[in-house]
């Protein structure tokens, strides 16, 4: 099965600031997809962003960009000009297209915005 | 649009009963639903996919017998925890996918104590 890895339990960041959450992953397929969800304190798991592994251009999404390197195995998310609603648990996410086409999570990053 | 509800929210119940949990697609016909379970403060673990129509694929380690699921519409898919045990007390998310689509669309998590 695949493995996703988020190395960092938790983060902080100050509003307006940048921050840059890490995820890589292990797999053995070429075409695969990623996600990043977020999880705030009302437990409802909502998409930030994802990516094909078959395209080369990094996904955005507003003030949400991601850093795929699919050689390196790796799919972090930038957010810019960090907000206090960003603050959440923040999940890295990948999609096979075998068998059943789940989602594979990794362990989630606290993330805390400081005013 | 692509709004998965979840119901009840809460629930408590005794030791040895069942709950049953619904999981809806509001604004779409969901062919494939996805179960997961959350432990506080952990990631998300997939329990079991479920495509319309037919049986219900479970993880490995999840028992058939006591999480049943039934996927018998397009839009309604089911969760029902047998001889419920304190140790299934836990919050439990349904997700949804559109055919031909690979983003999943989360519920808002229904959380069980079990008495």
């Known amino acids: 099965a695949q493995t996703v890895t988020q190395s960092q339990p938790e983060m902080s960041v100050q509003e307006a600031e940048t921050v840059t959450l890490s995820c890589t992953y292990d797999t053995s397929e070429s075409d695969y997809y990623l996600f990043w969800y977020k999880q705030p304190p009302s437990r409802q798991m909502i998409l930030v962003i994802r990516?094909?592994?078959?395209?080369?251009q990094n996904a955005t999404e507003n003030r949400f960009s991601v850093n795929f390197q699919k050689a390196a195995k790796s799919f972090s998310l930038k957010i810019s000009d960090s907000q206090l609603g960003d603050a959440a648990m923040y999940f890295c996410?990948?999609?096979?297209?075998?068998?059943?086409?789940?989602?594979?999570f990794g362990t989630g990053t606290s993330l805390t915005v400081i005013p | 649009g692509a709004v998965v509800s979840q119901h009840p929210s809460w629930v408590i119940c005794k030791s040895g009963t069942s709950v049953k949990i619904e999981c809806r697609s509001l604004?779409?016909?969901?062919?494939?639903m996805f179960w997961y379970r959350q432990f506080p403060k952990q990631s998300l673990m997939l329990m079991a996919t479920s495509n319309e129509g037919s049986k219900a694929t479970y993880e490995q380690g999840v028992e058939k017998d006591k999480f049943l699921i039934n996927h018998a519409s397009l839009t309604l898919s089911t969760l029902t925890v047998t001889s419920a045990h304190p140790e299934d007390s836990s919050f439990y998310i349904c997700s949804a996918r559109i055919a031909g689509t690979d983003t999943q669309y989360f519920g808002p998590g229904t959380r069980l104590t079990v008495l």
């Open positions: 996410a990948y999609r096979s297209n075998f068998p059943g086409n789940q989602f594979y």
């Open positions: 990516q094909e592994a078959y395209k080369q």
């Open positions: 604004d779409f016909q969901a062919t494939t």
